[in-house]
């Protein structure tokens, strides 16, 4: 039995040996220090989705079979090689680096272990993200399809499995720009602020067991006007003999409960002394969501709330603030990107992910404006963990960008077709669903700058119907329209206040963009360029104290929040905080983090 055991593990070292030699990362592009720490056999193995959690799953990342076709073409009976799931076809750390096209899918294969302990229970597959038409089989078996390219989605694959080993096939279309799908800043010949397309898999795949009658989603929604949280707990099906149960803890202590049943979402009250979530104290209860169908409990996930309140109100001088917990609190942070030399739209580790948002935080900052891009769940778990507000963008997508003769308000819109507009409608809810249970979620952003902006009162006065609890950023730096709870403004370099609404908040979405060329840590050096450029490090640190010192003067004059551009540089943009490799913080991080910390305490 030794000799046995011996035998296997050296032929898994051996075989482990050769999947290290045959993938590498791709071209020779800078890279990040975390991607020379990618072990293909455990690749992104943290638990996906930490907001809804179970004990059982397993990890479908490492290296599958792919090959490109032709469209119309059925599935491949061969492929070209092997693939790195989850990156996408055209990052470094797929081993590929090929342009996929919108006339060629993409077709994925890999074979997989349902253990056996697993036996009576169903099966679900998911995908934290797959850009952008997804179709899968399970052994030959179709199980399903998806659109969109930046929300989690699954399949119950349980009438098609065969046994404990089988196969999976999935197949992958992304028109990329010549689309009219929401695809963020992806182009198919990328130059200035456009980047490199991401086709396919670019988040978690995984299995789950699950019961024969499972919780498929939970719906958070916390008052501290009441000092209560509704919990909507949502199932595979409804049945009339469900009754759900929610326990909420502080640490290991059991601090209030509730039960439903009915369909209805669980009430409960919250102790005299409940603890608020705030950028200063992001505090996070732990939650148990039972649920119980005739008489037995038959699904329980674990998940966590905060209680914390998003609004605005008038100050003493008329100006409308925005605030938090019904208190001012001046909102100012980073736009953030969230791209990667190495891996695209994909932080190679779990660490490299919750890097960015750590130094936003160590540079003083309690907000975030993630731009046109959505994150996997972990990235927004960090965030309620360590306390940074979120301002979520729509990915745009269509004729982008076409401002359409823009004027300062009531400019011309663009005219979707239709299948235009239902790509945007589903994909928008999609992304609200999937968020909407997470604390740092502050604003919605349906629009940037009028790229594809279309049908604005529409758009911002259904989001804001669907999700109340939320500010509505209606156009970041867009056409400008009377809706929604903020007046967005862009202008680089310095901060500039040219409008002002006495009816809404006043923000500056987006300013900065000072450059930095640092030779070594470029992804083109020959091509780049930001708003203004520097030569040291002291020069780019004085120009960012001069707009911040201009900032703050504005925030008396009715600025409520300001977004910096940007956290790293992307691509040929050189206006990062940090070098696109992670590397290098190009401006004095201490003092940047002491005025930083200052604007952000102005209202307080």
Request: charged share 25%; glycine share 8%; aromatic share 12%.
């Amino acid at each position: 039995m030794i000799k046995h055991l011996v035998l296997v593990g050296a032929t898994l070292l051996l075989s482990s040996q050769v999947l290290w030699a045959q993938w590498k990362p791709i071209g020779n592009k800078i890279k990040t220090s975390w991607a020379e720490n990618i072990d293909i056999n455990n690749v992104l193995p943290e638990y996906p989705r930490p907001i809804m959690e179970r004990s059982e799953w397993s990890n479908l990342n490492g290296l599958w079979n792919y090959t490109i076709q032709p469209l119309g073409k059925g599935i491949p009976t061969s492929f070209d090689g092997e693939i790195l799931v989850p990156f996408a076809i055209e990052s470094s750390l797929s081993g590929v680096g090929r342009i996929l096209g919108e006339n060629k899918n993409l077709w994925y294969q890999r074979s997989f272990i349902i253990p056996s302990k697993w036996k009576g229970k169903k099966v679900l597959l998911h995908f934290g993200a797959v850009d952008w038409k997804t179709e899968v089989w399970v052994n030959n078996v179709k199980v399903g399809e998806h659109t969109g390219g930046f929300t989690p989605f699954s399949f119950d694959i349980t009438q098609a499995l065969d046994g404990s080993k089988n196969t999976l096939v999935v197949k992958v279309w992304d028109p990329t720009d010549k689309g009219t799908q929401p695809r963020g800043k992806q182009v198919s010949q990328p130059h200035g602020i456009w980047y490199t397309p991401v086709s396919g898999i670019w988040q978690t795949v995984w299995l789950e067991p699950v019961a024969d009658h499972y919780i498929t989603n939970v719906r958070t929604t916390p008052d501290i006007d009441t000092n209560g949280v509704k919990v909507k707990v949502e199932t595979d099906n409804d049945r009339v003999s469900d009754k759900f149960e929610v326990k909420v803890f502080d640490g290991g202590q059991l601090v209030a409960m509730g039960t439903s049943i009915n369909g209805l979402p669980v009430e409960i009250s919250m102790p005299v002394d409940v603890k608020l979530w705030s950028p200063d104290d992001p505090f996070l209860y732990q939650m148990e969501v039972s649920l119980f169908s005739e008489g037995k409990r038959v699904d329980c996930i674990n998940s966590y709330m905060a209680m914390r309140k998003f609004s605005t109100k008038r100050d003493e001088k008329g100006i409308v603030r925005l605030q938090l917990n019904n208190k001012d609190l001046f909102q100012f942070g980073p736009l953030d990107q969230g791209w990667w030399p190495d891996g695209l739209y994909t932080a190679p580790t779990d660490e490299a992910l919750r890097y960015d948002i750590k130094k936003t935080k160590d540079f003083g900052f309690n907000m975030i404006r993630k731009h046109i891009k959505v994150e996997p769940a972990r990235w927004y778990t960090y965030c309620d963990q360590m306390g940074i507000i979120v301002w979520q963008d729509m990915p745009s997508g269509d004729k982008n960008p076409e401002w359409q003769n823009r004027k300062y308000f009531e400019g011309t819109e663009l005219t979707r077709s239709p299948e235009s507009e239902a790509n945007y409608r589903k994909e928008w809810k999609e992304i609200i669903d999937c968020l909407y249970s997470y604390p740092c979620i502050g604003t919605w952003v349906p629009f940037n700058e009028a790229w594809g902006q279309f049908k604005t009162r529409e758009i911002a006065e259904w989001t804001k119907q669907y999700d109340p609890t939320r500010l509505v950023n209606p156009a970041s730096g867009g056409n400008h329209y009377t809706c929604g709870d903020m007046l967005d403004l862009h202008n680089y370099p310095g901060p500039k206040m040219y409008l002002y609404d006495a009816q809404r908040a006043t923000v500056l979405g987006e300013y900065g963009g000072i450059g930095l060329v640092l030779k070594d840590h470029l992804w083109e050096p020959d091509r780049n360029w930001g708003y203004v450029q520097f030569n040291t490090s002291a020069e780019a640190t004085a120009e960012y104290l001069r707009y911040a010192k201009m900032l703050k003067e504005m925030i008396g004059q009715g600025f409520s929040a300001a977004v910096y551009t940007q956290t790293t540089d992307v691509e040929v943009e050189v206006n990062g905080l940090i070098t696109y490799d992670r590397k290098v913080i190009k401006l004095d991080e201490a003092i940047l983090k002491k005025m930083n910390e200052d604007i952000c305490n102005s209202l307080k």
